[in-house]
C-alpha cells in the first residue's frame, strides 16, 4: 500500500515537476510580457517626446531669430580629429587612366615617316593588332597653404614607368599670378597642355608628331598671369631644361627653351564660347639625333629650332548645357623655322652642312555629340614640308620634297557614363610620299578613382 | 594727333576688356539660386555673376575661359559644394591666380556646409552611379535650407566688406523675415501635397520631398547620373500601375523625353519645376522660384 503510494506520489512528482515548470513558465512569460509592454511604451513614450523634441528643433531651424544657432548645431560636421581614420585623412587625390587600342594597319608601322620632315620623339601610329596604351596614375593634393602638386605617372605597354608630369604650383600668388615648377607639359598651343586620356582621336595630330614629337613636356618653370579683366586674358611664360624634340640633351648650364603665349578667350551669348592663343617655342639643339627608318641612316643637328604657333577652340551647346547635344570645333597652326648643321649619316659619311628650313602644318577637327553618351567627329591634317636648304654639301644626300604630307580621319566614340569611353577611329594616312596607310582603331579609355577635373 | 589716336585706341580697348566693376564686392555664383540670394543680401553693394544659368546642368558645365576670368577678379565664390562642381570648379580654383577664393579662405563660400544632407552613401562606388560622398548637392529645393545659407551668407559678406557689414546685416533682417512669412505661406499651400506619391527623373529633389512630405516612389535614371534605359522605364511604368502616382519630377534642365514617355503611357503629369531661379518665366528671384514650383506641383496634384 504504502509503496503504491509512494510509487503513485513519485509519478505525480515526475509528472509534477515539469508542470510546476509550466506553470512557473506561465508566469514569468506573463512579467516578460508586462516588462516588454512597460518598455515598448515607456519607448513610445520617449521616441514622441524625442520626435517632439525634433519637431521643435526644426520649428526653430526655420525661424530666422534662431536660425544663427540653429546653423551652428547644423554646422559643417568636421570629421572627428580622434576618429581612426585621420592618419589617412590627408591623403591624396589619387586617380587611374587605363586604355587599351587594337588597331589594324596596313602600312607596317616600322617603316613609318612624315615625308620631308625630320621628326623626334614619339612617332607613328603605334604597333598592330591588341595593345595596351600608357595607364596613368594621377596623384594630387595641396601640399600646404601656398602650394599644390600633381604627378602623373605613366607606365607603358613596354613596362616602363615614365614620369609625364611632376609639378609643383603656387596657389595663392594672388594678382592673377600662378607659377609652376618641375616637369609638366608646356602652356603653348591648344591640345598640347592635355594628356592623351582627353583627346578626341586615338592619336595625335599630324602637326603635333612633326613639331613637337607628339607633345611638348619639359623641365622647367612657368610664370602665368591672367589679366583683371572680363574677357579672359592670360599671357605665359617658360624656361626649362629643353632636352625634348624639338631640343636635345645639350649638358650645359642656363636654359635650353624658351615658350611664350598668350590666350583669349569669351562666351558669345549662352551658347557660344571661344577661346584663341599665339604662341612662341625657342629650342636649341645639340647632336638631335634622327634615324631615318628608311634608309637607316642615322642624322644629327645642331642649332636652333623656333615654332610659332596659332591655336582657337569654339565650342557650342544648346543652352550652353553640353549633357545632351554639344559641337566644338578646333584647328591649330605650326610655322617652324630651324638653322644649323645638319651631319648627314652620322656613323658613316659623316658629312655636315648648313641646314635651314621652313616648315608649316595644320589640323581642324570637329566634334559633335549629337545624343547622350554619342559623339561623332572628322579631323583633317595636313603639313607642307616648306623651304628645306641642305646645303651644297649634303644636297647630294637629302634633297628637299615637296610632297604634303596628309592625313583624314573620322571617329565615333560612346561613353556609357563620364568615366568610360570606347572609341572607333578611321585613318587615311598619307604621311608616307607614294602609299597610303588606311588605319583601323578601337580603343577605350576609363577612369577611376577621383573625379577629375578637366581644362576648357 | 598721334595723342588722340592714342586716347581713342585706349579707350576701345578698356570698352573690349571692360575692367571688373571696382569698390563693390564681386561675387561668382556658380549656380543661380545662390547669385539670388546673394542680390537679396548683398543689395547694390556686390555685383554677381552666375556661372551657370537654370537651363544648365551644373554637374557638367566646363571651365570656360569666362569663367576663368570671372573666378581671377572674384572676391567671393558662393557655390554649393558636396562635390556639385567638381567636374569645372577646381581648373578656376588652381588656375585663377587668386588666392582669396581658395578652399578655406574667407572667400570661398559652400552653402552645402551650412545644412543637413541627406542621401550620404553607406559606401562609395562608382558601381552606384555618380554618387556625392557627402551627400545629395540639390540643397536648394527646400526653403528652410536656404534661410540657413542665407545667414551664414550674410555673415560671410560682413566679414569680407566688414564696412558695409550693417548695410548686410539690415538687408538680411529684411530678407529673413519676408522669407519666413513666406515659407509660411507655401506651406500652407502644400497641405493638399503631403503624402503625395511621385516619380522623380532624377534624385534631385530630396529636399522638397521632405520639406513638402512628398513620396518618392521611384526614380527613372537606374542609378544617380545615369540616363534611363528603356527596360528600367518599363520597370517604372509597371511599378507605378500597382501604385499610382500623380505626376513625375524634373528640373529644368534635364531632358523632358524620358519624363514624358512615362507621362503619356501611365497618364500623369510630366512635370518641369524650375529647379533654381531662372527655370520657368515665373522665378524670377527666390521667391518667383518657390511660388512657381509650387503652383507647378498644385496644378499637377489637382
Not at chain 1, 111 to 128: K, L, M
Not at chain 1, 190 to 215: E, I, K, T
Not at chain 2, 218 to 235: N, T, W
Not at chain 2, 243 to 258: C, E, H, N, T
Request: a neutral charge; hydrophobic letters at 40%; aromatic letters at 10%.
Amino acid at each position: 500500500m504504502f509503496r503504491r503510494k509512494l510509487i503513485a506520489s513519485g509519478i505525480t512528482l515526475m509528472l509534477g515537476a515539469p508542470l510546476s515548470a509550466f506553470a512557473a513558465d506561465n508566469a514569468e512569460m506573463q512579467q516578460i510580457r508586462n516588462e516588454i509592454k512597460a518598455m515598448k511604451q515607456s519607448y513610445e513614450a520617449r521616441i514622441e517626446a524625442l520626435e517632439q523634441r525634433l519637431q521643435r528643433a526644426e520649428a526653430l531651424a526655420g525661424k530666422a531669430e534662431n536660425s544663427a544657432a540653429a546653423a551652428e548645431s547644423l554646422a559643417p560636421q568636421t570629421p572627428s580629429s580622434t576618429s581612426p581614420g585621420a592618419a589617412n585623412a590627408f591623403n591624396p587625390a589619387i586617380s587611374m587612366i587605363l586604355s587599351g587600342t587594337y588597331a589594324s594597319l596596313k602600312q607596317d608601322p616600322a617603316s613609318y615617316r612624315i615625308t620631308g620632315f625630320i621628326p623626334g620623339g614619339e612617332t607613328g601610329p603605334g604597333t598592330r593588332g591588341f595593345s595596351l596604351a600608357e595607364s596613368e596614375l594621377i596623384v594630387s593634393a595641396n601640399i600646404d597653404p601656398d602650394f599644390h602638386g600633381h604627378l602623373t605617372l605613366a607606365v607603358s605597354p613596354e613596362n616602363t614607368l615614365g614620369v609625364e608630369e611632376a609639378a609643383i604650383q603656387t596657389t595663392t600668388l594672388g594678382h592673377g599670378l600662378a607659377a609652376k615648377a618641375g616637369r609638366f607639359y608646356s602652356g603653348i598651343g591648344y591640345l598640347n597642355g592635355q594628356h592623351a586620356h582627353a583627346w578626341d582621336f586615338v592619336d595625335a595630330p599630324l602637326a603635333y608628331r612633326a613639331f613637337l614629337g607628339r607633345q611638348y613636356g619639359n623641365d622647367g618653370v612657368q610664370l602665368k598671369w591672367i589679366a583683371p579683366t572680363d574677357t579672359f586674358l592670360e599671357f605665359g611664360a617658360e624656361v626649362g631644361r629643353g632636352s625634348n624634340f624639338p631640343g636635345s640633351e645639350r649638358n650645359k648650364n642656363g636654359v635650353g627653351s624658351y615658350a611664350l603665349f598668350a590666350h583669349a578667350g569669351d562666351d558669345v551669348g549662352t551658347e557660344h564660347s571661344w577661346r584663341t592663343g599665339i604662341s612662341w617655342l625657342q629650342n636649341t639643339a645639340k647632336a638631335r639625333a634622327y634615324d631615318d627608318p628608311v634608309s637607316g641612316v642615322s642624322n644629327a643637328l645642331d642649332g636652333s629650332s623656333s615654332l610659332w604657333l596659332a591655336d582657337f577652340v569654339w565650342k557650342w551647346a544648346p543652352n550652353g548645357n553640353p549633357a545632351y547635344r554639344n559641337f566644338k570645333l578646333q584647328g591649330e597652326y605650326f610655322r617652324r623655322l630651324e638653322n644649323g648643321d645638319l651631319t648627314f649619316d652620322t656613323t658613316g659619311i659623316a658629312s655636315t652642312d648648313r641646314y635651314s628650313a621652313t616648315q608649316s602644318g595644320w589640323y581642324l577637327q570637329g566634334i559633335y555629340q549629337f545624343m547622350p553618351h554619342w559623339r561623332a567627329g572628322l579631323r583633317t591634317d595636313r603639313l607642307d614640308s616648306g623651304t628645306a636648304d641642305y646645303g651644297a654639301g649634303n644636297s647630294a644626300y637629302l634633297s628637299p620634297s615637296t610632297y604634303r604630307p596628309a592625313r583624314n580621319s573620322l571617329m565615333v566614340d560612346y561613353s556609357p557614363s563620364e568615366f568610360s569611353r570606347l572609341r572607333l577611329q578611321l585613318s587615311r594616312d598619307k604621311s608616307r610620299e607614294g602609299s597610303t596607310d588606311n588605319q583601323f582603331f578601337l580603343q577605350y579609355i576609363m577612369s577611376l578613382g577621383a573625379h577629375g577635373a578637366h581644362t576648357f | 594727333m598721334l595723342k588722340r589716336i592714342l586716347k581713342i585706341s585706349l579707350m576701345a580697348a578698356l570698352a573690349i576688356f571692360s575692367l571688373p566693376s571696382l569698390g563693390a564686392l564681386n561675387i561668382l555664383a556658380c549656380e543661380p539660386e545662390w547669385g539670388a540670394l546673394a542680390s537679396e543680401l548683398g543689395g547694390d553693394k556686390v555685383t554677381v555673376y552666375n556661372a551657370t544659368n537654370a537651363l544648365q546642368d551644373p554637374h557638367t558645365i566646363q571651365a570656360r575661359p569666362s569663367l576663368l576670368a570671372r573666378a581671377r577678379n572674384a572676391n567671393l565664390l558662393a557655390c554649393t559644394g558636396a562635390e556639385l562642381e567638381t567636374g569645372w570648379l577646381p581648373i578656376l580654383l588652381r588656375q585663377s591666380g587668386n588666392a582669396a577664393i581658395q578652399p578655406g579662405r574667407p572667400g570661398n563660400f559652400e552653402a552645402a556646409a551650412y545644412v543637413q544632407k541627406l542621401e550620404i552613401p553607406a559606401r562609395l562606388d562608382r558601381a552606384d552611379g555618380d554618387v556625392h560622398a557627402s551627400g545629395n548637392p540639390h540643397i536648394q529645393t527646400d526653403p528652410r535650407n536656404i534661410a540657413l545659407v542665407a545667414d551664414a551668407l550674410a555673415k560671410r559678406l560682413s566679414q569680407l566688406d566688414p564696412a558695409n557689414a550693417a548695410y548686410y546685416q539690415t538687408l538680411h533682417k529684411a530678407f529673413a523675415e519676408k522669407w519666413q512669412t513666406a515659407i509660411q505661406r507655401w506651406e500652407k499651400q502644400a497641405t493638399p501635397l503631403r503624402g503625395m506619391p511621385v516619380v522623380v527623373q532624377h534624385k534631385a529633389f530630396p529636399y522638397l520631398s521632405r520639406w513638402l512630405g512628398l513620396r518618392e516612389i521611384a526614380a527613372l535614371e537606374p542609378k544617380p547620373g545615369v540616363e534611363p534605359s528603356s527596360s528600367h522605364l518599363g520597370e517604372v511604368l509597371a511599378q507605378i500601375s500597382s501604385q499610382p502616382v500623380k505626376m513625375v519630377l524634373r528640373a529644368a534642365y534635364q531632358d523632358g523625353r524620358s519624363s514624358e514617355w512615362l507621362a503619356e503611357r501611365a497618364s500623369i503629369h510630366a512635370v518641369a519645376l524650375p529647379f533654381t531661379v531662372g527655370g520657368s518665366e515665373q522665378a524670377r528671384d527666390l521667391f518667383g522660384l518657390f511660388d512657381d514650383t509650387l503652383q507647378k506641383l498644385l496644378a499637377a496634384a489637382k
